[in-house]
């Protein structure tokens, strides 16, 4: 069999449908789960990015934390992973968010982006979690060591 010659190879373009996995939910995330679903041959890059509680914040200690979540934050997850494979060559993008009681270490947010190069998934993954963090209805109830408390993003 000879090459074809295609002005664009296959793997260059979006992937049909590449939103994989989207979720908020009140369970353990995996970080497994998440880059199985954006595995794909076509993929050269795949760029993932975990979000832990942190044991501070502004110079206080942090003992834990809840994540509460509008009714419309799997919606707008869609949204804003749809703007993502709008605007790169996504081969495949997952997202899922914990809601619930976290403790300092636990993961909060994994995100993960496939496109066929590294540069366009280091892109891809950093709009996906800047808008994740700025546009979806979730909201941080922090409890720190001294029993005072904070809302963030609220």
């Known amino acids: 069999m000879g090459a074809m010659s295609h002005p664009h190879h296959p793997g260059e373009l979006a992937a049909p449908d590449p939103v994989r996995l989207l979720a908020v939910r009140d369970t353990p995330l995996?970080?497994?789960?998440?880059?199985?679903?954006?595995?794909?041959?076509a993929a050269g890059g795949t760029a993932l990015f975990v979000g832990t509680v942190r044991d501070h914040d502004g110079g206080a200690d942090v003992a834990g934390l809840?994540?509460?979540?509008?009714?419309?934050?799997?919606?707008?997850?869609?949204?804003?992973?749809?703007?993502?494979?709008d605007d790169f060559p996504?081969?495949?993008?997952?997202?899922v968010h914990r809601v619930g009681e976290l403790a300092v270490g636990d993961l909060a947010v994994?995100?993960?982006?496939?496109?066929?190069?590294?540069?366009?998934a280091f892109a891809a993954?950093?709009?996906?979690?800047?808008?994740?963090?700025?546009?979806?209805?979730?909201?941080?109830?922090?409890?720190?060591?001294?029993?005072?408390?904070?809302?963030?993003?609220?």
């Open 30 to 41: 995996s970080l497994d789960e998440v880059f199985a679903a954006v595995g794909d041959d």
């Open 66 to 85: 809840g994540y509460s979540a509008h009714p419309s934050a799997e919606a707008e997850l869609r949204r804003v992973a749809q703007k993502v494979v």
């Open 90 to 95: 996504v081969r495949a993008l997952a997202a």
């Open 110 to 120: 994994v995100v993960a982006v496939s496109c066929p190069h590294r540069a366009e």
């Open 125 to 154: 993954c950093r709009r996906l979690i800047d808008d994740l963090k700025s546009e979806v209805p979730i909201w941080k109830h922090q409890n720190f060591a001294d029993g005072t408390e904070e809302w963030v993003g609220a």
